[in-house]
């Protein structure tokens, strides 16, 4: 019987992990074994931090509308009880935005919570 060799699939293998690992720091780039853990690493933190973007952003909306209800004087609970009670359906990206770049709509719906 033959031998088996495997080096074409362990070429193949470890130049998609090299690949992947370009522009990494010193050997992390071209040592196929730094290169792998260092990959791992990443792959790990791509994963939470797809998850963590959520938050952070989320967290950038509220403190823009805030900013945006204090300047109008209103507070940020007051206001979104407020779009609660008078059933509008603005999630927070919408709402920070209309207070960035068109604050007179968003001094609009600071009136009609008012009222």
């Given at each position: 019987?033959?031998?088996?060799?495997?080096?074409?699939?362990?070429?193949?293998?470890?130049?998609?992990?090299?690949?992947?690992?370009?522009?990494?720091?010193?050997?992390?780039?071209?040592?196929?074994?730094?290169?792998?853990?260092?990959?791992?690493?990443?792959?790990?933190?791509?994963?939470?931090?797809?998850?963590?973007?959520?938050?952070?952003?989320?967290?950038?909306?509220?403190?823009?509308?805030?900013?945006?209800?204090?300047?109008?004087?209103?507070?940020?609970s007051a206001f979104m009880n407020?779009?609660?009670?008078?059933?509008?359906?603005?999630?927070?990206?919408?709402?920070?935005?209309?207070?960035?770049?068109?604050?007179?709509?968003?001094?609009?719906?600071?009136?009609?919570?008012?009222?």
């Amino acid at each position: 019987m033959a031998k088996i060799k495997h080096s074409v699939a362990t070429r193949r293998r470890k130049k998609r992990v090299l690949k992947k690992a370009k522009g990494y720091w010193g050997d992390r780039s071209k040592q196929f074994q730094q290169a792998r853990r260092t990959l791992m690493h990443a792959l790990v933190y791509a994963y939470a931090d797809r998850r963590r973007k959520k938050r952070t952003f989320r967290r950038l909306w509220i403190t823009r509308i805030n900013a945006a209800c204090r300047g109008a004087g209103i507070t940020y609970s007051a206001f979104m009880n407020g779009l609660k009670k008078a059933k509008v359906v603005l999630d927070r990206k919408v709402l920070a935005d209309l207070a960035v770049k068109d604050s007179a709509a968003f001094k609009k719906l600071v009136e009609l919570i008012k009222q």
